[in-house]
Structure formats: structure tokens, C-alpha cells
């Protein structure tokens, strides 16, 4: 018996101006599909709203 777990989305708030990334919606608009993980978007990426770096966001429950 296997069974697989799948770790939830997570939401991530930019710290500068409150943007959200969903990691579940992603941002297809930016190349960044829908499911992409919050590792996996590109360390050089920049908030769409305010151009504040990946570092100024951190992990939120909504």
C-alpha cells in the first residue's frame, strides 16, 4: 500500500506593497505557470506591483 503526499500551495505576501503570489494560480501573465512552487520561480524575478525582490516576501496563511 503507497500512498503519495502532495505538499498544499502555499501563498507568499510581498512585504513592500502586500502583492500575493499563490503558487496554485502561479502568474502565466509573467511565464510563471500555475503550480509553480515558490522555489522554483527564478531568484532574479521581481514583485509585478513593485519590483521588490523575491527576499522581500514571506509565507502567509490565507
Partial sequence: MSSTV??????YMC???????DEAAGLPGEGIAPGT???????N???P????RKDDFEMVQI
Fill in 45 to 47: 524575478w521581481t514583485c
Fill in 15 to 21: 512585504l513592500i506593497c502586500g502583492f500575493i503570489y
Fill in 49 to 52: 506591483e513593485c519590483s521588490a
Fill in 6 to 11: 502532495t505538499a498544499e500551495f502555499q501563498s
Fill in 37 to 43: 512552487r515558490w522555489a522554483d520561480v527564478p531568484p
